[in-house]
T-cell receptor, first 115, second 116 residues
């Protein structure tokens, strides 16, 4: 079982659809993250959860809605997306931020295409 | 504000050659951490190294080595005797010690291609 698992690997959706991305970590970490990776741009941090509590929302549009039911699971609910939201969405986990700046462990990502 | 610059967008070298990936950073913090991550074609970023701002010792791990120079704000990564499996996108990143990963700033990455 890989440390951080993301499903689905690929997703194509229309602008009026509603879909969800799922992330699960098996590393015993307490912090989980969503990142967006677009071509030729640095990774953009979207959301951070520490112990299931959201601690960071990096000015992300409301059409992206995160959910963290427990320390092992993280969702990203999508609705009314725009074509420019097409990107690779990466989930990551770590020990609680600030404790030695522990490294992030990433999943394989979900390649999202909005048509 | 923090900033990480990886000026080399793409590099191609022939297998067994040595290659150095550059990383230059900007921060006002006196305490910070620097990272390198590797992103193979499968997509996930793989952690390679973490270095704190008080430790300027160079590090070697097998064919990988890192050169941290505070005087030039650089944290360069060298692969010796490159192999095809080293082909990937490599990211340098910087975080503030207090805010940790909540303020992790990535560079735009360097795509490394090793030619057999």
């Amino acid at each position: 079982e890989t440390g951080v698992t993301q499903t689905p690997r690929h997703l194509v959706m229309g602008m009026t659809n509603k879909k969800s991305l799922k992330c699960e970590q098996h590393l015993g970490h307490n912090a989980m993250y969503w990142y967006k990776q677009s071509a030729k741009k640095p990774l953009e941090l979207m959301f951070v959860y520490n112990f299931k509590e959201q601690t960071e929302n990096n000015s992300v549009p409301s059409r992206f809605s995160p959910e963290c039911p427990n320390s092992s699971h993280l969702f990203l609910h999508l609705h009314t997306l725009q074509p420019e939201d097409s990107a690779l969405y990466l989930c990551a986990s770590s020990q609680v931020p600030g404790q030695g700046n522990s490294p992030l462990h990433f999943g394989n990502g979900t390649r999202l295409t909005v048509t | 504000a923090q900033k990480v610059t990886q000026a080399q967008t793409e590099i191609s070298v022939v297998e067994k050659e040595d290659v150095t990936l550059d990383c230059v950073y900007e921060t006002r913090d006196t305490t910070y951490y620097l990272f390198w991550y590797k992103q193979p074609p499968s997509g996930e970023l793989v952690f390679l190294i973490r270095r704190n701002s008080f430790d300027e010792q160079n590090e070697i791990s097998g064919r990988y080595s890192w050169n941290f120079q505070k005087s030039t704000s650089s944290f360069n990564f060298t692969i010796t005797a490159s192999q095809v499996v080293d082909s990937a996108v490599y990211f340098c990143a910087l975080s503030e010690a207090l805010r940790g990963n909540e303020k992790l700033t990535f560079g735009t990455g360097t795509r490394l291609t090793i030619i057999p």
